[in-house]
């Protein structure tokens, strides 16, 4: 069964310096990843997504996100850390074999202090 | 940038009563999904629709919910006889297509409280 991993319920990041949101996944054939966004009262908003090809993705906001698969890894990243980017980020894997379910991990809570 | 739009944003009812959400997908997208996150919890999927049917649905989804598109533009899920249990945030999304290069769109959610 297809499934995510987030490790951290709350990442504590100072404005300025670079953040990292950690996901793992279990998929039993090709990975298709995503990352979502989800500001107070707000629905989840895209931020990227892997398909194929280069490792390293490139999103809104300018996060990243870098695939690695002998680590079954989809971190999410932003070189620089703004207030504005505390929120709520999902990430998620498409389950290849249904009609496009995603199937979401339970959250890390970004915290960027000024 | 095009919407998913719900209503309403807040829905209290009493347990045991019918509620209706309602969710107005992205105009020219062709896949429609409701997703529920209790409070704490994960986001879980729920149904998807296509062409006017339910194309997959999970096991939450039992016979108590259903789906429906009156009309060209509104997609609505119904709780025929809500529970406690039922209280959540429920996510209306949709897509252009069912391919895994096409993100879901999300609303903002409807937050059902069932007293």
């Known amino acids: 069964a297809q499934s995510v991993a987030q490790p951290e319920d709350q990442v504590n990041v100072a404005e300025g310096n670079p953040l990292t949101v950690k996901c793992t996944y279990s998929v039993s054939g090709n990975p298709y990843l995503f990352w979502y966004v989800q500001y107070p009262n707000r629905g989840l908003q895209f931020l990227l997504k892997y398909i194929t090809g280069d490792n390293l993705v490139k999103g809104s906001y300018g996060f990243e996100a870098e695939f690695n698969k002998s680590q079954t890894s989809f971190h999410l990243k932003k070189p620089s850390a703004l207030v504005s980017d505390s929120a709520l980020y999902f990430c998620?894997?498409?389950?290849?074999?249904?009609?496009?379910?995603?199937?979401f991990g339970k959250g890390t809570k970004l915290s960027v202090k000024p | 940038e095009p919407e998913v739009t719900q209503t309403p944003s807040h829905q209290v009812t009493q347990m045991g009563q019918e509620v209706i959400l309602h969710c107005v997908p992205i105009s020219n997208h062709l896949y429609f999904y409701w997703y529920r996150q209790i409070l704490g919890q994960k986001v879980e999927f729920l149904v998807s629709f296509y062409n006017n049917e339910i194309s997959e649905k999970s096991e939450i989804f039992d016979d108590q919910f259903s789906v429906e598109r009156p009309d060209g533009s509104n997609f609505t899920l119904k709780i025929r006889s809500t529970k406690l249990e039922d209280s959540a945030m429920y996510f209306c999304?949709?897509?252009?297509?069912?391919?895994?290069?096409?993100?879901?769109?999300f609303g903002n959610g409807t937050r059902l409280t069932v007293t």
């Open positions: 999304a949709s897509s252009e297509a069912r391919t895994v290069n096409s993100p879901l769109h």
């Open positions: 998620a894997v498409r389950d290849g074999g249904s009609q496009g379910n995603l199937i």
